[in-house]
């Protein structure tokens, strides 16, 4: 079984809703490929991580059940990192961005994935969607959330690398004015921006952004 099959067969442990056609034959050499999996006389499984170890027994059943499923999501975001790392800090993020809202999506498609939403400020987001009332339109562009942006860029420097998910153009792009604040307030950072992807959010499923953002992440890679 490839790496990137053992990530997939991980990455079900986290669905949401709860996967229910996990097979045991694919998942216990995907749990092989990133920890010890030693089986007992008694036919229980010991699987050990980072100096952690969980018990468990597939009692000849085919499909992973649901109450296994949560037993092992747990397992996999305690043991992910040592103790002693610091678990603010990843290898690669991706931002799927507009001037509502942010999702955040750290450790993308490793069985380590962390999701977190930031919301623009009401009243500011009603600034920024404002239109103008004379000519010349073209030349009005909706105002900075700064604080808003921030917040996302915050979180972009807990990452090695980024790939920014928005729609749009000009000024009604987000990963714009993302950038434009970036470059103005952390210019530091913007090398950690690897990739930015247009696309639309509204019509793509969270599993879709995640996907088009791996992509991105792994076209960068190839590129260095």
């Known amino acids: 079984m490839s790496e990137q099959k053992h990530v997939h067969i991980l990455s079900q442990l986290s669905a949401h809703p709860i996967a229910r056609n996990i097979e045991w034959s694919e998942l216990i050499p995907a749990l092989s490929s990133i920890g010890l999996l030693q089986i007992e006389k008694n036919g229980s499984y010991h699987f050990t991580r980072n100096d952690r170890t969980i018990v468990f027994d597939i009692s000849h059943r085919k499909e992973v059940d649901i109450e296994d499923v949560l037993k092992l999501r747990h397992f996999l975001q305690s043991s992910a990192m040592p103790e002693s790392d610091n678990l603010d800090l990843v290898k690669d993020t991706i931002v799927a961005i507009d001037h509502h809202e942010a999702t955040i999506y750290h450790s993308p498609g490793t069985v380590s994935e962390r999701r977190m939403r930031i919301r623009a400020d009401l ?29 996302v860029i915050e979180e972009i420097a807990k990452a090695d690398r980024t790939v920014i998910l928005s729609h749009g153009t000009g000024t009604s792009n987000a990963a714009s004015q993302l950038l434009g604040v970036m470059q103005k307030e952390y210019p530091e950072l913007v090398s950690r921006i690897v990739a930015i992807k247009s696309c639309d959010l509204e019509a793509m499923t969270e599993p879709q952004l995640v996907h088009s953002g791996i992509d991105a992440l792994r076209s960068a890679g190839t590129d260095q």
């Open 123 to 151: 009243m500011k987001e009603r600034i920024l969607h404002t239109h103008p009332t004379s000519a010349p339109y073209h030349e009005s562009s909706p105002l900075v959330d700064n604080e808003y942006y921030s917040t």
